[in-house]
């Protein structure tokens, strides 16, 4: 059974950071691509950033230069470092394993003064 766990979230000021983690777990981990995806409130999903098995990421255009993916297979897990935030960042952050589309349960990010 497939299961992703998200942690990290938070209330952070603007400018500040937060790193997301994401475990996975009934899953071999480290052959599937990853990804983040986060959701405003009113607003569709939207894609946040992907990582390849090969370790090839792909970033929305809002977050190129401030965010960054990583995965550590040998711990089944997956992460993404939130530097310079802003108020419209904020959103609840889902980690998706995009190859099986199986999602987390969401962890809430608010960055506000």
């Known amino acids: 059974q497939v299961q992703l766990v998200e942690s990290g979230g938070g209330l952070v000021q603007p400018g500040g950071s937060l790193r997301l983690s994401c475990a996975a777990s009934?899953?071999?981990?480290?052959?599937?691509?990853m990804g983040w995806y986060r959701q405003a409130l009113g607003k569709p999903r939207e894609l946040v950033a992907t990582?390849?098995?090969?370790?090839?990421?792909n970033y929305a255009d809002s977050v190129k230069g401030r965010f960054t993916i990583s995965r550590d297979n040998a711990k089944n897990m997956v992460y993404l470092q939130m530097n310079s935030l802003k108020p419209e960042d904020t959103a609840v952050y889902y980690c998706?394993?995009?190859?099986?589309?199986?999602w987390g349960q969401g962890t809430q990010v608010t960055v506000s003064s």
């Open positions: 998706r394993l995009v190859t099986l589309n199986y």
């Open positions: 990582i390849t098995s090969g370790d090839s990421t």
């Open positions: 009934g899953i071999i981990f480290d052959i599937y691509k």
